[in-house]
T-cell receptor
Framework: GQNIDQPTEMTATEGAIVQINCTYQTSGFNGLFWYQQHAGEAPTFLSYNVLDGLEEKGRFSSFLSRSKGYSYLLLKELQMKDSASYLCAVDGGSYIPTFGRGTSLIVHP | ETGVTQTPRHLVMGMTNKKSLKCEQHLGHNAMYWYKQSAKKPLELMFVYSLEERVENNSVPSRFSPECPNSSHLFLHLHTLQPEDSALYLC?????????????FGPGTRLTVL
């Protein structure tokens, strides 16, 4: 089976930095995705990691350690519009990703 | 129109009704997916059509029936649903290749079963 774990909810202040962690146990590994989902909207793709290390894309960065079964999404210079749910999804070898429950991020002034 | 579209956006139905959800992708992808998203639960994969083969989650009840007439269109036929089937139903598409595929989601259909 596959297990993906991420915190249920986080809060942060506008302008700050927040790190959302994701741990996983899967039988195989083809890559890890992060998606953003605003309330009432569809998930949208943020990042994809398949090799260890940090991938930076503007204010958002994603890190992967395959040996530790661990990833994080780093959001810098937080804005109010970053309030959303952040979904970690892992392709455990089937080419179809399994999603975690999502982390609801609340950004306050 | 671009991306992945879904109709209707909202649907209210009784337990004895029959309805269908429609999804269309304009991205030239070769795989399409149905997901169920309930409050406080992970996205639950229901069905996948990839390279004209169907893969399904064996835990999905038979009252949900998918249809994929071509690589751009996907339907989810609903009949004799239960109130616990109320959820957001998301369609997604991707381009299958060697390695993991990024999925592009439609806006979803918010289903309420009375």
């Amino acid at each position: 089976g596959q297990n993906i774990d991420q915190p249920t909810e986080m809060t942060a202040t506008e302008g700050a930095i927040v790190q959302i962690n994701c741990t996983y146990q899967t039988s195989g590994f083809n890559g890890l995705f992060w998606y953003q989902q605003h309330a009432g909207e569809a998930p949208t793709f943020l990042s994809y990691n398949v090799l260890d290390g940090l991938e930076e894309k503007g204010r958002f960065s994603s890190f992967l350690s395959r040996s530790k079964g661990y990833s994080y999404l780093l959001l810098k210079e937080l804005q109010m519009k970053d309030s959303a749910s952040y979904l970690c999804a892992v392709d455990g070898g089937s080419y179809i990703p399994t999603f975690g429950r999502g982390t609801s991020l609340i950004v306050h002034p | 129109e671009t991306g992945v579209t879904q109709t209707p956006r909202h649907l209210v139905m009784g337990m004895t009704n029959k309805k269908s959800l429609k999804c269309e992708q304009h991205l030239g992808h070769n795989a399409m997916y149905w997901y169920k998203q309930s409050a406080k639960k992970p996205l639950e994969l229901m069905f996948v059509y990839s390279l004209e083969e169907r893969v399904e989650n064996n835990s999905v009840p038979s009252r949900f029936s998918p249809e994929c007439p071509n690589s751009s269109h996907l339907f989810l036929h609903l009949h004799t649903l239960q109130p616990e089937d109320s959820a957001l139903y998301l369609c997604a598409s991707s381009q299958v290749r060697a390695g993991a595929d990024t999925q592009y989601f439609g806006p979803g259909t918010r289903l309420t079963v009375l």
